[in-house]
């Protein structure tokens, strides 16, 4: 089997993962608590505090505040004290125990001391040098690894191929990982009044391999001293960790819910529909790139700028919003998210997405929808004839 062949099977069976998960019932019975760094790898330094310690002590009340008031959820943590874990074997963690979701949890820093706030990343392509930098500094991990290069195959985060990778992960659970990041930054600022640095995407080694939704919080700059202070305290340790806990339960209420689908044959299961649906979409895939566009389809194909996403629903005439023209709001993935424009071809949204970036909305990004229905990039340029 070539490299692309692999490549596309692996892209049509995440998509197909997500498409059963949004149709059969769906379950948060394992959740796995990672505290970044350990033992000899410190993390970030602040003056009086180090990473590894401070993200160690808010796992470890968050999982008290999980086990306390879920008994139905098992909780798994990646470490329980000041051990090294590599970060290939903390995504293995996660996939041996069938978790999920992943919360890994962290410091941040900076050469400025006035830097400081909270955001939340999912897995994704750097959207900015600024996403590039957080994910550099947290993978640097990897270099106190023996034989680092052999257990992430090679990883290159600027190559195409780790490029190609990071893209199909995104398709398979990037919804639901924006969704909890979504509930995290909204306890997180509206709730304890952090500056809100956002949900943003970039390439972390912790959440590469792991086959789940999962996110990688940075609960605050330990460079900045009020943002050291709060979070070297047991009261912004309990505070933090109650935020995370409250976003994890509406999370797990919201991804519980009633099928979408009722499922009328009861000899039907999600195991059998996902395996022969995989292997019809699989075995017409051509092995050529020949593909001949649907004009029908074509006309209903639209591309938009995606700007902002919100567990919350605001008002599209909300004073926020008045620097953007025609902004619209859609559900999808358990949160709203708002887009400017309507544009027939890729090209004309990414120069509107130029604008949005010059604006201060770094992390915007093209969607494309067929109708009303949010498709990918891909399949709307296969639809259009475009590439």
């Not at 180090?50 to 470490?79: F, G, S």
């Not at 680092?148 to 893209?167: L, M, Q, T």
Request: glycine content about 6%.
């Amino acid at each position: 089997m070539t490299e692309k062949r692999r490549y596309q099977r692996f892209l049509i069976l995440c998509l197909l993962y997500f498409f059963m998960n949004s149709v059969f019932p769906q379950k948060v019975n394992t959740v796995v608590l990672d505290a970044g760094h350990g033992g000899h790898d410190t993390g970030a330094l602040g003056k009086k505090s180090r990473e590894k310690d401070i993200a160690l002590a808010i796992v470890l009340k968050l999982r008290n505040d999980i086990q306390n008031n879920m008994p139905d959820v098992k909780v798994i943590l990646t470490r329980d004290d000041d051990t090294f874990v590599e970060l290939y074997r903390r995504a293995h963690i996660a996939n041996e125990n069938n978790a999920d979701l992943f919360i890994s949890v962290h410091c941040n820093s900076t050469r400025s001391s006035s830097v400081y706030g909270v955001e939340t990343f999912v897995m994704g392509l750097h959207k900015s040098d600024a996403n590039l930098a957080v994910a550099k500094a947290e993978n640097a991990a990897i270099l106190l690894e023996d034989d680092y290069v052999e257990k992430y195959d090679g990883f290159d985060p600027d190559s195409p191929e780790g490029n190609i990778f990071f893209s199909m992960m995104q398709n398979a659970f990037l919804d639901k990982s924006l969704g909890f990041a979504g509930n995290v930054q909204h306890e997180l600022v509206d709730k304890l009044h952090m500056t809100n640095r956002g949900v943003k995407q970039a390439g972390f080694l912790v959440l590469y391999k792991t086959a789940m939704p999962g996110v990688l919080i940075e609960t605050g700059f330990i460079s900045n001293p009020k943002d050291e202070k709060y979070l070297m305290s047991e009261k912004g340790q309990n505070e933090m960790a109650k935020a995370i806990y409250n976003a994890f339960y509406d999370y797990k209420n919201h991804i519980t819910r009633k099928p979408t689908m009722p499922v009328q044959n009861d000899s039907l299961t999600m195991e059998s529909v996902y395996s022969e649906m995989a292997e019809q979409v699989i075995n017409k895939i051509p092995v050529n790139d020949t593909i001949t566009p649907n004009t029908t389809d074509a006309e209903t194909v639209s591309f938009r700028v995606q700007f902002a996403t919100y567990p919350i629903a605001k008002s599209i005439d909300s004073k926020q919003f008045n620097d953007i023209s025609d902004v619209k709001m859609y559900y999808h993935g358990g949160a709203y998210k708002y887009t400017s424009g309507d544009f027939t071809t890729f090209d004309e949204a990414m120069s509107l997405r130029k604008l949005l970036i010059i604006k201060g909305y770094t992390d915007a990004f093209v969607v494309a929808f067929k109708g009303k229905e949010r498709i990918t990039n891909e399949e709307a340029k296969r639809l259009t004839g475009k590439k």
